[in-house]
Structure formats: structure tokens, C-alpha cells
């Protein structure tokens, strides 16, 4: 497949996570990119250089585009030759998907477009959103042909690519894993792989929207599913004071067997979410993923069940939390099940140091306790009665932890205990 000589201006919808990185890639390859956020500070902090993300390299590269003249960031979008969307697309309070982000972004996108415009949704969707986008647009713009009424000849081009990055190493993934690129009509998915094939090196999968939608929850479906049977495994195994990842190492060893590991729950926008689309799409068929969802769901409160009663033996002890973000490494915050077993502590009145290396303040949900406080690596290792391993953070690996001579609860088996037969409190 050829490169289309027509797209020069690429207009790149919410600065996220992964937004920015693919704007930034974009323009690195020689497009025009304009990016689009909401978020005026965002918009300004890139414009001035600043990268609000914490991503290997994001920031070299997105100063590079900048400096050359191919990127900045503005709140509205401009006309272009394609638009890339990668808005949140969040679940409600009763895990209902949230498609009022995407909507937006269909608003403010639908006074710019113009005939022969190409539009690519990247952001997670329940099955059937890329076509309601597609409709949402033609009601703005009577004036301009859209795929899912005109077919092969309409003038607008829609389709949907997922984004599959893994936060940690997004450049990597962006440029090598494969894409799945679901067209509405077969013209749309052939016309949005040809943008991608000028930055992807892994292989483009041409199908339908609505295919491409279920793939993508699909992947972190069978994520969810497989941590859900590390955590319930976990479960058991402190019920019979056996070590999980003692287990989990050893039936590893099987050649048909990898489990995953156990931790204080799954995080994230991604995996602690998209299940859900799946499930609002057929509730009633749907029972594994929703109890997996719920294995999940259920960690954080076990973890802190199982802390409590440690601390029940001590007389006010200093409990130090190691780790808030969702996962290692990051500065992510989403739907974090540290926050959560953080916040279960300080309910029951615990007294909290928390150490995390990527933050400077508490999040909302844990400032309003006067019992939490953030601090340093060095005072807890010198002052903790209890210290609880929850996010497996680069610099918490490297602590030797047989210094520490008092009670250690690693939720994320990284301190070496596995050749131990023990509880998951120690
Ligand atoms: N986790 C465990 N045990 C494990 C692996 C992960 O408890 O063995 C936890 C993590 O600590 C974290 C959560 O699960 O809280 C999710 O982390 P993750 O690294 O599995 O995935 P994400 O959410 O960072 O990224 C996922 C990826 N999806 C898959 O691997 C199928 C990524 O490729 C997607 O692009 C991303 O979701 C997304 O944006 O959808």
C-alpha cells in the first residue's frame, strides 16, 4: 500500500497518554501537526516545551517537533487533511460506558471537516461507537457525505484504529506493535492504514469498525480475566499459608501454563474498565468477565483486611505505604488500587506515611485525611513499624529489604520471598 501524498496536516484530538506520543511521532515524520486538548494548561505547558506526562523520551521527542515547526498544541481544532481522536472515553459510576468526551470531540471537530477528510477513532469504544461518531457528524454537517450512508463514495473517510501502547514504553509500541484498523467501509480502513504505514513498522489489519472494537476490549478482557486468576489464586493460597508466587513459579514450569501475578488489584483506565464495554454490550452473557471485574475489584479491601490485622499486634504503629500509581513506573494515577488500600487504611484510622517517587502532592481522595502524609524512602525505612510494597516501582525493587528488620507486606511478590513458605503477611 502506498502513502497518500494528500495527507500533509494531521489534527490530533486530546493530549493524553496517548495522544501526545502519536501526535509527536507524527510529526516527527514530517506531517503538520496541530494538537488539540481541552485542558488549556496542558496546551499551554506543551507549547512552552513542557511535557505533562511522564513517558520514556515523550519529552525529547515532542521538544524535537516543536523546535522543527511541525508541532503545537491549541484548544480548538483547524482544518486538516486527517484527524486522530484520543479522547477518555471513561465508564459511569454503575459501569456504563461515557462517550460524552468523544461526543465533544465530534462537536468541536464537525465545523472544520471538509470533503476527502479522513477521521480515525483510537480511543476504547463499546462496539457500534465509530458508526454512532459517524452519525453524530452527519447530523452537524448535512452538507458533506458520511460512510455509513453513502458507502464507498462518501466524502468523509471514518475508521477505527485502537491504540494497544503499553504506558512505559508507548514510543516502542507506537512505531512497532501491529494495528488493527477497522473501516466503516473497506475504502476508510484502507485509507487510514496508509497513515499509519508512513510511522508503523508492525503489520496494519484491515476490517470492519465494529470488529475492531471488540478486538481491542477483547485484549484487555483476557488480561483482566488472566490477573483475575493470579488474584483469586493468590486468595486461596493465603487462606492455606501457602506462597502464591512460590506456586505460580513452580506450575510456570509446566509448558502450557503462565499465570500472571497477583497484586493489590487491577488499575488503570484501561484493563479496569474496558471489560465493562464488553458487558454493556450483553450483560447477560458476559458472566466470567464480570466476575473477573469483580475478583479484581474485591483485592484492594483483602490486602487491607489483611494489613489491619497485622497492625492489630502493634500498639499505634507507623504504617509506610510504598506506591500509589496504578502501576510501576508511571506517575498514573487512574483507578489505582493503591489509592484504594491506601484509603481503606486511613478509614481505619492507621496512621500513613506514602512514598511515591512521581508525586509531589497527595490526590484528591487521599488529602483530606489527616492521618496520611507523604514521605521519603529514607524516613520510612528509619521510622516504619509496617512497610506494605504496593506499586513495584524501579527504586522500591532495589531496596534491600532484609535491612528493614520490621513487619514487610509485599502485595506485589518483588522483595524474593517466593522459596518461602509464607502468608501473604509476614
Ligand atoms: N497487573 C497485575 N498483574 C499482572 C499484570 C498487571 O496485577 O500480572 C496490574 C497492574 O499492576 C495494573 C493493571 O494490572 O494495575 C494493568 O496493567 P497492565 O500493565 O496489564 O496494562 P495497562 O493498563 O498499563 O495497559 C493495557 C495493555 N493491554 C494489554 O496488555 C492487553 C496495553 O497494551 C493497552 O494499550 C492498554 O491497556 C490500553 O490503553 O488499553
Known amino acids: 500500500m502506498k502513502n497518500d501524498p494528500a495527507l500533509k496536516n494531521l489534527c490530533v484530538i486530546g493530549l493524553g497518554y496517548v495522544g501526545l506520543p502519536t501526535a509527536a511521532i507524527f510529526a516527527n515524520r514530517g506531517l503538520n501537526v496541530l494538537g488539540v486538548d481541552i485542558n488549556s494548561q496542558s496546551v499551554d505547558a506543551i507549547n512552552a516545551g513542557k511535557v505533562p506526562i511522564i513517558e520514556p523520551d515523550l519529552d525529547i521527542l515532542v521538544n524535537g517537533a516543536i523546535a522543527a515547526g511541525q508541532f503545537r498544541a491549541a484548544s480548538v481544532p483547524e482544518p486538516a487533511d486527517a484527524f486522530i481522536i484520543a479522547v477518555p472515553t471513561p465508564f459511569t459510576t454503575d459501569q456504563k460506558p461515557d462517550l460524552s468526551y468523544l461526543d465533544a470531540a465530534a462537536d468541536t471537530l464537525a465545523p472544520v471537516l ?60 507506537l512505531t512497532s506493535n501491529d494495528r488493527v484498523v477497522g473501516g466503516i467501509t473497506p475504502r476508510c480502513a484502507e485509507r487510514a492504514a496508509q497513515l499509519y504505514q508512513m510511522v508503523v513498522k508492525g503489520r496494519c489489519f484491515l476490517t470492519t469498525s465494529r470488529t475492531a472494537e471488540l478486538v481491542k476490549l477483547a485484549e484487555n478482557a483476557y488480561r483482566d480475566v488472566s490477573i483475575a486468576f493470579a488474584n483469586e ?72 483486611k489483611a494489613i489491619l490485622e497485622t497492625a492489630t499486634n502493634l500498639k499505634s504503629p507507623e504504617v509506610a505505604c510504598l506506591g500509589l500509581s496504578y502501576k510501576a513506573d508511571t506517575d498514573d494515577l487512574r483507578e489505582s488500587a493503591s489509592i484504594e488500600v491506601v484509603k481503606f487504611l486511613a478509614e481505619a484510622s492507621l496512621n500513613i506515611t506514602v512514598v511515591e517517587p512521581y508525586i509531589n502532592v497527595l490526590p484528591s481522595e487521599l488529602a483530606e485525611f ?57
Open 114 to 173: 471538509a470533503i476527502n477528510n479522513l477521521i480515525i477513532v483510537e480511543s476504547t469504544v463499546p462496539v457500534g461507537s465509530t458508526e454512532r461518531f459517524s452519525k453524530r457528524l452527519a447530523k452537524k454537517r448535512p452538507d458533506l457525505d458520511f460512510p455509513f450512508s453513502s458507502g464507498g463514495k462518501a466524502d468523509i473517510s471514518i475508521a477505527h484504529s485502537p491504540e494497544r501502547v503499553l504506558p512505559g514504553q508507548v514510543l516502542l509500541e
Open 233 to 304: 489464586l493468590a486468595n486461596v493460597s493465603d487462606i492455606l499459608g501457602i506462597n502464591p508466587w512460590g506456586v505460580i513459579e513452580l506450575a510456570n514450569h509446566h509448558p502450557r501454563v503462565n499465570i500472571l501475578n497477583p497484586g493489590p488489584g487491577v488499575g488503570g483506565h484501561c484493563i479496569a474498565v474496558d471489560p465493562w464495554f464488553i458487558v454493556s454490550s450483553a450483560p447477560d452473557d458476559t458472566p466470567l468477565i464480570q466476575t473477573a471485574r469483580r475478583v479484581n475489584d474485591g483485592r484492594p479491601a483483602r490486602i487491607a
Open 370 to 426: 489527616d492521618n496520611i502524609k507523604l514521605g521519603s524512602l529514607e524516613q520510612v525505612l528509619g521510622g516504619a513499624d509496617i512497610l506494605v510494597l504496593l506499586t513495584d516501582h524501579r527504586a522500591f525493587r532495589e531496596i534491600d529489604i532484609t535491612v528493614f528488620q520490621k513487619t514487610v507486606i509485599d502485595t506485589r511478590g518483588i522483595w524474593n520471598f517466593k522459596n518461602r513458605d509464607l502468608r501473604l503477611h509476614q
